[in-house]
């Protein structure tokens, strides 16, 4: 068989999981079920990160000791992944034994190769984020020194440490990345890390001596392993490198290491310059995703958002939760989790257009077939555009899903499904059967269900519950495999099961949302308060993005061309390059000021400006709530 060995970053336990958390892995289980399905031997490996002064600080802030926190909070990650029906084949610990003698013999391997030698760091350290910073990557802030990351205050350290002979593997990395164009995704993460490689990496400090929660240096236990290089190598320590080699041969290298964006830099340049230095082969592929708010803010706990996805798998059930994610944020990029969306995909998406043709056509069986698939008679050319078109459909999937392009795949789905109502409500059955056409009505019938079981089996990796359902209301084996490359597989004559709607609708009238701690709020002085006067010389309107473009020789602006229905188009030059790629904003609906006067941004005219939210780093463009005409008028 073939082998696909796939990994999640390891989770810090210094915190409760949560959605943002989740989604990495939900994704990840995606990939491996998708893999599986299409015959693959998949290893999919996901785990907790259990070191550093991080953790410590936690433990006694808590009046407990390192490895209870640990045990308690890992625990937690381990269950929450069994609710959410996650298939990873290990679940990892940095405090594992295996796993601390792995990372000892790697960096002996280093230390035998040359690539380890004794100084003094002297710079700053986040805490939070366990990471080194130089002076011309942090921010200074009020005289302070933030990280670029987090925007907490670092801590200047100077210690005795083991340096990492990093900067050895510029040049090594560099031919690498431009062999292998499609070792980092998405490309613009790519760019990011050849910028930091075509300026010259730097050697890394890789031990701490000022705490000792952590695994000891080899031959010098006084010092303790930089968290990152430990949390690293649980990569390999996990399929048996350097006590079992048969298995990591199997396995290694890796094909894919889904990760955050935030944590990029480590895996895409450390993590294969430590794996040079020990003579490994590098995964074959970085996939470096962006992060997830919830509505609309980062996740946070002084923010009360870092929700718990088990809440919302009680209420909406895994699949909903697995669907929403993978259809409304396009993986790679940042996206945003909204309880009224995911409503919304609910009633329309898997509601009304997926699970309405099921109950639609198991209803015209049941009751005009003795709840038995009918057998078909000749198909006409109305009927064999079903098949052709699911396997187009089919291609188009396979495609996507290869190029973990899950939100594409989701719309080639999509819009097959549409076609099969279409196909559907053209036949008319509910008239065939009123004039007792029964030879036609079992065709309809048959090649509907026919396309139901292809559509279950695509939708697998994404909601393997409901196509589980799917299977055994068709009265089919469970055997998916058999049925995605051939068509005319339903077997004729199995009993069907004519259930309740595999999806129910929410009235969103009736609708509450789960409640999730706000946000302690603070009292703010206004001192520059307006009157209603004021506020009616302002023109908001709803515009549509239709043409977006980078300006040259500009990091910050974008050139956009927006709709505004009766009021024409127009140009508008924005500072969100930074935010937004181009690509993603086309077909957005965003609010703009219409009659704010005309000015030149690098010598572009802009007629207008978009209204954005910016906290720290992060900016959202403000978008209509729901579908309304371009050029509405906000009030």
């Known amino acids: 068989m073939k082998k696909f060995y796939l990994t999640t970053p390891i989770y810090y336990v210094n915190s409760e999981p949560h959605i943002g958390s989740a989604y990495t892995t939900i994704i990840g289980d995606i990939i491996a079920r998708y893999k599986r399905l299409m015959g693959y031997e998949v290893f999919y490996l996901t785990g ?20 209870q926190l640990c045990d308690k909070l890992s625990e937690k990650f381990r269950q929450l992944w069994k609710d959410l029906n996650i298939t990873n084949d290990y679940f990892i610990r940095t405090t ?16 035998e190769n040359g690539d380890i030698y004794k100084g003094t760091y002297k710079g700053w350290y986040c805490i939070p984020c366990e990471t080194y910073w130089n002076e011309d990557e942090i921010k200074i802030e009020n005289e302070k020194h933030i990280c670029p990351t987090c925007n907490r205050e670092l801590n200047f350290v100077e210690e005795e440490n083991y340096f990492f002979s990093l900067s050895k593997y510029t040049e090594p990395l560099l031919k690498h990345f431009k062999e292998n164009p499609d070792f980092v995704e998405p490309e613009f993460r790519k760019n990011e890390m050849l910028k930091i490689l075509e300026s010259g990496l730097k050697d890394l400090s890789i031990t701490r001596t000022t705490f000792d929660w952590g695994i000891r240096m080899p031959n010098d236990p006084k010092h303790v392993i930089y968290v990152w290089v430990d949390a690293l190598i649980n990569y390999i320590s996990a399929i048996g490198y350097g006590n079992d080699e048969e298995t990591f041969k199997k396995w290694w290298p890796a094909d894919l290491h889904l990760i955050g964006k935030e944590i990029n830099r480590f895996h895409s340049l450390i993590w294969p310059a430590m794996l040079m230095s020990v003579g490994l082969p590098l995964p074959k592929k970085i996939f470096a995703h962006g992060w997830l708010t919830v509505n ?27 669907y929403y994610l993978s259809r409304d944020i396009v993986f790679g990029k940042d996206g945003d989790f909204s309880e009224e969306n995911l409503v919304q995909r609910l009633n329309s998406d898997l509601a009304n257009d997926y699970g309405n043709l099921l109950h639609r056509t198991l209803a015209m069986v049941s009751k005009n077939f003795n709840s038995k698939i009918p057998v078909p008679q000749t198909p006409n050319e109305s009927d064999k555009s079903l098949a052709n078109e699911y396997f187009k459909t089919k291609e188009k999937y396979l495609s996507c899903m290869e190029q973990y392009k899950l939100t594409n795949a989701l719309e080639a789905i999509w819009d097959y499904i549409r076609f099969v109502n279409k196909y559907f409500d053209e036949n008319k059955p509910w008239i065939l059967a009123k004039e007792g056409n029964k030879e036609r009505l079992a065709t309809v019938l048959y090649y509907t269900l026919e396309a139901y079981l292809k559509i279950a089996t695509l939708l697998l990796p994404f909601m393997p519950d409901s196509s589980r359902k799917v299977f055994k209301r068709l009265g089919q084996d469970f055997e998916p495999q058999k049925f995605i490359d051939k068509w005319n597989t339903l077997v004729a004559g199995n009993k069907v099961i004519h259930d309740k709607p595999l999806f129910q609708k929410i009235d969103l009238k009736k609708f509450e949302k789960i409640a999730i701690k706000k946000e302690e709020k603070t009292e703010v002085k206004l001192d520059n308060l307006i009157t209603i006067d004021d506020f009616k010389k302002i023109e908001l309107r709803v515009a549509q993005i239709v043409e977006a473009e980078k300006v040259e020789k500009s990091e910050k602006l974008l050139k956009l061309i927006v709709d505004l229905g009766k009021h024409g188009k127009r140009q508008i030059v924005a500072g969100i390059s930074k935010y937004y790629s181009p690509e993603e904003l086309i077909g957005k609906k965003i609010i703009v000021v219409f009659n704010l006067k005309p000015a030149k941004l690098m010598g572009i005219e802009s007629q207008g400006m978009l209204l954005a939210a910016k906290i720290n780093n992060d900016l ?10 371009p050029g509405a008028k906000i009030s």
Request: glycine share 6%.
């Open 48 to 67: 907790t990160d259990e070191h550093g002064q991080k953790i410590l600080q936690a433990a006694k802030k808590k009046g407990t000791e390192p490895q």
């Open 96 to 111: 594992d034994k295996k796993h601390m003698e792995t990372v000892q013999f790697f960096v002996s391997k280093m230390l």
């Open 296 to 322: 609309g803010q980062k996740i946070s706990k002084s923010l009360g958002n870092a929700i718990d996805p088990r809440e919302f798998v009680k209420k909406y059930g895994n699949d909903v939760i697995r």
């Open 620 to 629: 959202t463009v403000l978008t209509v709530d729901r579908d309304i005409e």
